[in-house]
């Protein structure tokens, strides 16, 4: 017998406001994530800001160096010599100041939908009235798993800090576990999903 998402409603909503308001203290008040962003100092953050500006370069994700689609420059000295000159990155230009009520709007989102994810792969794992730690050991594992690999390639690929690597991990692990917690304390019991009665707080 598997447990219904309609029987696990209360699991995914409490868990993804929960898992928000984590995250949000771990990026505002937690003091893990603040070495990851470093200061260019004031002269150089000037002088980027005015060059960005006067080269008129748009909104977007730049790489450079970057050859694009034009081979015979890929294969240029021209192009070797910045390849391999030591200077290559990743610049990303906003459009303006972040609209905090969007994004934060959109990480609820993914966050519910993580919680969907949990709850569906541990209604096809368990039935209603399972035991407490397989219920934590499933929600708990599948939740960790989401969190934690979801930026690893990204991260791998787009130089990320060993730092970001350890700090990402610690958040996941800690949002995976207390997701498994939430959905272990809140699991139907047997006798409710019998009654057909949906679980309340």
Same mark, same amino acid.
């Given at each position: 017998?598997?447990?219904? #998402?309609?029987?696990?409603?209360?699991?995914? !909503? !409490?868990?993804? @406001?929960?898992?928000?308001? #984590? *995250?949000?203290?771990?990026?505002?008040?937690?003091?893990?994530?603040?070495?990851?962003? /470093?200061?260019?100092?004031? =002269?150089?953050? =000037?002088? #980027?800001? =005015?060059?960005?500006?006067?080269?008129?370069?748009?909104?977007? @994700?730049?790489?450079?160096?970057?050859?694009?689609? =034009?081979?015979?420059?890929? /294969?240029?000295?021209? $192009?070797?010599?910045?390849?391999?000159?030591?200077?290559?990155?990743?610049?990303? #230009?906003?459009?303006?100041?972040?609209?905090?009520? /969007?994004?934060?709007? %959109?990480?609820?989102?993914?966050?519910?939908?993580?919680?969907? $994810?949990?709850?569906?792969?541990?209604?096809?794992?368990?039935?209603?009235?399972?035991?407490?730690?397989?219920?934590?050991?499933?929600?708990?594992?599948?939740?960790?798993?989401?969190?934690? *690999?979801?930026?690893?390639?990204?991260?791998?690929? $787009?130089?990320?800090? &060993?730092? &970001? $690597?350890?700090?990402?991990? *610690?958040?996941? @692990?800690?949002?995976? %576990?207390?997701?498994?917690?939430? *959905?272990?304390?809140?699991?139907?019991?047997?006798?409710?999903?019998?009654?057909?009665?949906?679980?309340?707080?």
């Amino acid at each position: 017998m598997t447990t219904s #998402l309609a029987e696990l409603w209360l699991p995914i !909503i !409490i868990s993804s @406001v929960v898992v928000f308001v #984590l *995250f949000m203290a771990f990026w505002t008040v937690a003091p893990h994530h603040k070495p990851e962003f /470093r200061s260019l100092g004031k =002269d150089n953050e =000037d002088k #980027l800001i =005015d060059l960005v500006k006067s080269a008129g370069v748009k909104p977007g @994700v730049y790489m450079y160096p970057h050859c694009g689609a =034009d081979k015979q420059y890929a /294969r240029s000295e021209e $192009f070797r010599k910045k390849w391999e000159g030591g200077c290559m990155g990743i610049l990303t #230009l906003f459009p303006g100041a972040p609209n905090m009520a /969007r994004n934060m709007g %959109l990480s609820m989102v993914v966050y519910l939908l993580v919680s969907v $994810f949990v709850a569906y792969l541990s209604g096809l794992a368990l039935a209603p009235g399972a035991e407490g730690m397989q219920v934590m050991q499933v929600a708990g594992t599948a939740a960790v798993g989401f969190y934690a *690999f979801g930026s690893l390639n990204g991260g791998i690929w $787009f130089g990320a800090p &060993t730092r &970001t $690597f350890i700090t990402n991990g *610690f958040d996941a @692990v800690v949002c995976g %576990l207390v997701t498994g917690l939430i *959905f272990m304390l809140l699991w139907p019991s047997a006798e409710v999903a019998a009654n057909g009665a949906i679980p309340t707080p």
